[in-house]
T-cell receptor, first 119, second 110 residues
């Protein structure tokens, strides 16, 4: 069974502070994908990043960075110099393939972390 | 524009009423999904369809039925709505290892 844990329910930071959102996952598969999605107050789900289980390189995209560590089953997300527009709920997700493939992948989401950036 | 289209965006039902949520994708992808989102519980999978003509239960299927009408369309039906089904519903598809979501349906059952 796969599981994603986002232990931080809500985080508040002051604008320009750095903030890290934690994500810990459980899976028996050796091949899997990890995702982060952003859900702003408007409600849509916005894709941020996908990471393949074979690729442990950290990634940076502007003010966003992701730290993938298989040894601790974590895929943490850091926002540098936070801005008010970063206020949203952030979801971490894990995708496994069905045994034998078949094109379907079960995607399991964490419960989300609500980030509030205070001006 | 390519994407996932859901209708309606908002719906209010009375207990016992039925309705169908519609979803269509133009990404030509096989798998489609229905999730519900509730406060503090993240997104939970209701049903999924690996390909046209096949559907399977997800984590929380009770009270719902689905139809994969063709490759583009995947509908979710509530036969007899209950207050516990008040939620936000998202349809999604997964081309190129990236879930694309519809804009969601906010459903209230009174």
């Amino acid at each position: 069974a796969q599981k994603v844990t986002q232990a931080q329910t809500e985080i508040s930071v002051v604008e320009k502070e750095d903030v890290t959102l934690d994500c810990v996952y459980e899976t028996r598969d050796t091949t899997y994908y990890l995702f982060w999605y952003k859900q702003p107050p408007s409600g849509e789900l916005v894709f941020l990043i996908r990471r393949n289980s074979f690729d442990e390189q950290n990634e940076i995209s502007g003010r966003y960075s992701w730290n993938f560590q298989k040894s601790t089953s974590s895929f943490n997300f850091t926002i540098t110099a936070s801005q008010v527009v970063d206020s949203a709920v952030y979801f971490c997700a894990l995708s496994e393939a069905l045994q034998g493939g078949g094109g379907y992948q079960k995607v399991t989401f964490g419960t989300g972390t609500k980030l509030q950036v205070i001006p | 524009n390519a994407g996932v289209t859901q209708t309606p965006k908002f719906q209010v039902l009375k207990t016992g009423q039925s309705m169908t949520l519609q979803c269509a994708q133009d990404m030509n992808h096989n798998s489609m999904y229905w999730y519900r989102q509730d406060p503090g519980m993240g997104l939970r999978l209701i049903y999924y369809s690996a390909s046209e003509g096949t559907t399977d239960k997800g984590e929380v299927p009770n009270g719902y039925n689905v139809s994969r009408l063709n490759k583009r369309e995947f509908s979710l039906r509530l036969e007899s709505a209950a207050p516990s089904q008040t939620s936000v519903y998202f349809c999604a598809t997964l081309p190129r290892q990236k879930l694309f979501f519809g804009s969601g349906t906010q459903l209230s059952v009174l």
